[in-house]
């Protein structure tokens, strides 16, 4: 059965450091989704994608947080630098292309948990 | 705007005993509704969704859901708990954007299993 993989699952670093996360989608998956999940909370969305273009990244910390996709499959998630508030786990989620018509349910990747000290 | 409200933060329920965890959405048209279960330390499974026609679905694990339009409702149940069910679980709402679709979860529910 084919997954979201991640990479690393955990992470620590220091404040003021710089930390990435990478993303492999399922294969043939167009959308792809970074989330951000505090401790206790719901996933709230960071970026989408559609093949290789940010579709909405309205919720992205621009100042400190990057997102690319260059080839339109996988992704690397930057964060630079890192605060003490960033700690939390990141999820990548893929789904089939849902810009138009009926919604695809989304996969799920085991996350990243980033803790920052 | 799109919004869940998953009104139990905790929920304990004795094994053998059947459950139900609340959701109650904020959506303008017909809404996706989904329902994500999470295991410490682990990513989001999917447990089942409604998009449309039947307003019980069935899931995966034994669950089921009932997509109330009158009550902008959308529980969980299971009639009978194992031990292997304890985790937070995620009700979303998935609504077209702009951009394509997004989904919006609720804070979750964590679910305690007692022998």
């Known amino acids: 059965e084919a997954e979201v993989a991640q990479s690393p699952r955990y992470k620590i670093t220091e404040k003021s450091q710089a930390v990435a996360f990478w993303c492999d989608p399922i294969?043939?998956?167009?959308?792809l989704y970074w989330y951000r999940q505090i401790l206790g909370q719901g996933p709230e969305l960071l970026v989408q994608?559609?093949?290789?273009?940010?579709?909405?990244d309205s919720q992205l910390p621009k100042d400190r947080f990057s997102a690319e996709r260059l080839k339109g499959v996988d992704s690397t998630l930057k964060i630079q630098p890192a605060e003490l508030g960033d700690s939390a786990m990141y999820l990548c989620a893929s789904s089939r292309r849902g810009l138009a018509g009926p919604m695809h349910e989304q996969y799920f990747g085991p996350g990243t948990r980033l803790t920052v000290t | 705007a799109q919004s869940v409200t998953q009104p139990d933060i905790h929920i304990t329920v004795s094994e053998g005993a059947s459950l139900e965890l609340r959701c109650n959405y904020s959506y303008g048209a017909t809404p996706y509704l989904f329902w994500y279960v999470q295991s410490p330390g682990q990513g989001l499974q999917l447990l089942l969704k409604y998009f449309s026609g039947d307003t019980l679905v069935q899931g995966i694990k034994g669950f089921e859901a009932e997509f109330k339009r009158s009550q902008s409702s959308f529980n969980l149940r299971k009639p009978s708990v194992h031990w292997s069910d304890a985790a937070e679980y995620f009700c979303a709402v998935g609504a077209l954007l702009d951009s394509g679709y997004a989904l919006n979860f609720g804070k979750g529910t964590s679910l305690l299993v007692t022998p």
């Open positions: 294969s043939g998956h167009a959308t």
């Open positions: 994608f559609q093949d290789e273009s940010v579709v909405d």
